[in-house]
């Protein structure tokens, strides 16, 4: 891409909308991965949460996110173009994104600039502060998703720059406890943590459960299985086939993949442990919530997960999980409750937990309505958003951690 950074900005309140008064409204910068995943969508669902709440909410990325509406009161987005220039083997994003991060600040006066995901964005968000003078410098908050630490924490390339960004970022924050306590381990970084966990606002399903069901092709008696994910090596699609293929009774079930990548690579798995009739795939589904109120049952069979947010977006539903016991699901599956945990790898221990469930579905419907009570009670965002909010304005409060002060001058065009 060429050109210059662009701003599509739309602005106007509907009347009587305002959660917040105009004294107290905040002006934030989200950054964020635009495309499917779990950190790209908690990122975006907190955009539309803070600016239903009255904030002023800024989004700052190389595309719009995928779930951002278009023409939102208070929801600004400032697209961040990246120049193919030959002299780079690989086109650079981060120094784009300083550079945006750093006009949209000043020009907007933000508060706060919230970017999710370290690599690159906590980097750019204190290379931007560096550009602006002490009066213009927002709090950097950093999430931490997963495998920011888990996979990028670990490798020499990447680990000390993620380090050096979580030391001087004003608050970090992790999605689970078990993530907190793996930055510890895999960083060494032992600065504050506050656990603020994921949470899911179900929009309306389109069309009823029954319309959705007979569209998919699923018989009365069928339970309808869900699987959702960017179906990265982690996630162990090949796991999930394989313990789905153990399942005793082949005509009791069909198995809905909602894929945010393409599944061909899987197709010769499904032919070899036949589960062409039982398999139904539906890639890249921004509407997944008819889809979730279709379902009866969830599985997940990940050997790594910081939260797994596809759990939670099941549980709103009433739909129970059956999913490995890893990272921090547990924190949100609580086992025999609200779904059923089992060892990482063991097909023979999914198939188990899935025939028990399909066989007793009141069992199953027991699960589901805990899990939806426990969901609304936990994760909603009634439950998680104003801690972000408390969190803000606490940083608003202090100094912050570095400040360029005079060194800034006009680096930022027009900015003093």
């Known amino acids: 891409m060429s050109g210059r950074n662009s701003d599509n900005s739309k602005n106007g309140a509907a009347p009587g909308d305002t959660r917040v008064s105009q004294e107290s409204k905040l002006r934030i910068g989200i950054t964020c991965y635009p495309t499917v995943g779990g950190s790209g969508v908690v990122a975006t669902t907190l955009g539309i949460e803070l600016a239903q709440r009255g904030h002023e909410v800024h989004f700052i990325s190389y595309e719009r996110p995928f779930r951002l509406p278009e023409n939102s009161s208070r929801i600004h987005f400032h697209q961040v173009c990246v120049n193919d220039y030959g002299l780079f083997k690989y086109p650079d994003y981060t120094l784009p994104l300083s550079v945006a991060m750093a006009s949209v600040s000043c020009k907007h006066n933000l508060d706060i600039l919230h970017v999710h995901y370290a690599v690159p964005h906590a980097t750019a968000a204190l290379l931007s502060r560096c550009m602006l003078p002490q009066d213009k410098q927002p709090r950097i908050v950093t999430t931490l998703h997963g495998t920011d630490t888990t996979l990028l924490g670990a490798d020499p390339g990447y680990g000390p720059a993620i380090h050096h960004a979580l030391l001087q970022s004003d608050a970090v924050t992790t ?229 360029a002060g005079e060194i800034a001058g006009e680096i930022v065009e027009g900015c003093r």
């Open 175 to 403: 999605v689970s406890s078990w993530l907190k306590a793996e930055t510890k381990r895999v960083i060494g970084f032992e600065g504050p943590m506050e656990v603020i966990h994921n949470f899911y606002e179900p929009g309306s399903p389109s069309r009823t459960r029954e319309a959705v069901r007979k569209d998919l092709g699923v018989a009365d008696g069928e339970v309808l299985l869900i699987h959702s994910s960017n179906l990265r090596p982690l996630k162990r699609i090949d796991l999930l086939l394989e313990s789905v293929s153990k399942i005793r009774d082949r005509n009791s079930f069909k198995l809905l993949i909602l894929a945010g990548g393409d599944f061909k690579q899987f197709s010769d798995d499904v032919k070899r442990l036949g589960l062409e009739e039982r398999i139904i795939v539906r890639e890249n589904v921004l509407e997944i919530e008819e889809y979730l109120q279709a379902a009866d049952l969830a599985l997940y069979t990940s050997e790594s997960e910081s939260f797994c947010l596809s759990i939670l977006e099941a549980m709103f539903f009433g739909c129970p999980s059956v999913a490995t016991n890893v990272g921090g699901i547990p924190e949100v599956v609580e086992d025999g409750l609200t779904g059923l945990l089992v060892p990482s790898g063991d097909s023979e221990s999914i198939a188990r937990a899935l025939n028990e469930l399909i066989a007793d579905g009141d069992r199953r419907k027991r699960l589901g309505e805990s899990a939806r009570v426990e969901a609304n009670k936990r994760f909603s965002s009634d439950a998680i958003i104003h801690r972000y909010e408390e969190l803000y304005r606490r940083l608003i409060d202090e100094p912050p951690k570095v400040s």
